[in-house]
């Protein structure tokens, strides 16, 4: 089952609800079944200045007939966590979105029927090059019961991945990585910002080493979006139990997908004795400072001869 789209809103008053992938339970979108297969999304490819034409499946699971609002809309990255999202039927619409035309705005689909409807994706001429992440869009305008006496506008949709011919730049990078001490665990952030003009499946490692370079943490991180769009990033979060008492940790969040890598590094101390720790340092280095000042000013200081008269100074010898 795909990631679940983003909010769409709600009748009363502004704010959101979420919108489910493909099939809420209700009614299903679905890209119209080719002679081949099935499709679970949109996969499609356009020149700049080309046109696309495809059909959409509606499907009513109801007891009863459905009325739904139907739209094309451009995708982007959720802040909580990534995830794959839609935006809303009156929100602006620059890619996909502006580009779809659906033949029918409103469609009725008779319970447990289906209702197929053309559109047409056509392409400026100078489109940019790359992908153009977006969806098509079923939505149910009735307000449905929701919290604190609201109502909520349900909607699913289907994905759409069009790639527009040209020049493809995969480039991602990790910004903004941060350290914050919470007792014995450190809480790590970090941004995932997509550079390029295609689509990204990043893989992610954390890696901490400490003062005298010995390995103290290594891991995959597993919440971070699957499919990072061009132009979106999003601010993550990963906690590290169990830091050790003390020590100085130089930490790296190091990130690749196909044909781009970027890596980010900070250093820190871990432990309730730092301030102590510190003063005891610095109070044993202080005389040890001393004692290499003093062997470097007399690198050959050498003590006096006992001859039972004053020492007179030979040639490369102090007196002591």
């Known amino acids: 089952m795909a990631p679940a789209l983003a909010l ?21 979108v679905v890209p119209a079944a080719t002679r081949i297969a099935q499709r679970p999304y949109f ?48 929100e602006p619409r620059t890619g996909v979105g502006a ?15 289906s209702v197929t409807v053309p559109f047409a994706l056509t392409l400026p001429e100078r489109a940019e090059p790359g992908d153009h ?7 149910d ?25 040209g020049p493809t730049a995969p480039m991602i990078a990790v910004e903004g990585l941060g350290v914050r001490r919470e007792g014995r665990a450190a809480v790590v ?13 990043p893989a992610a490692t954390l890696h901490a080493r400490g003062l005298l370079g010995r390995d ?14 061009p132009g979106e990033s999003v601010r993550l979060t990963e906690r590290w139990t169990g830091t050790p008492g003390f020590d100085r940790v130089a930490l790296s969040v190091s990130v690749r997908a196909a044909g781009t890598a970027d890596r980010a590094a900070v250093a820190f101390r871990t432990g309730p004795w730092t301030g102590a720790a510190s003063l005891a340092l610095t109070a044993a280095a ?35």
């Open 133 to 139: 992440p977006g969806a098509i869009v079923a939505l």
């Open 189 to 201: 952030t970090y941004t995932l910002r997509n550079l390029g003009n295609v689509t990204l499946h």
């Open 43 to 90: 996969f499609l490819a356009a020149d700049p200045g080309g046109r696309v034409d495809d059909r959409v499946t509606v499907t009513n699971r109801t007891a009863g007939p459905l009325t739904f609002r139907l739209y094309a809309a451009d995708a982007y990255n959720t802040a909580r966590d990534g995830g794959f999202a839609v935006r809303g039927p009156d």
């Open 216 to 229: 103290l943490h290594r891991r995959e991180l597993r919440r971070i979006p699957g499919d990072l769009l």
């Open 8 to 28: 769409l809103g709600l009748l009363t008053p502004a704010a959101a609800a979420p919108a489910s992938a493909a099939d809420n339970g209700q009614w299903s």
């Open 141 to 165: 305008e009735r307000a449905a019961p929701g919290g604190a006496g609201l109502g909520v506008r349900q909607a699913v949709a289907a994905r759409v991945h069009l790639r527009v011919s």
């Open 99 to 113: 580009w779809a035309r659906l033949s029918r705005e409103r469609v009725t689909v008779p319970a447990r029927s």
């Open 286 to 320: 202080v005389p040890l400072a001393l004692l290499v000042r003093r062997r470097l000013t007399h690198p050959f200081r050498q003590p006096a001869r006992r001859t039972g008269r004053r020492s007179r100074p030979d040639r490369g010898e102090w007196l002591a």
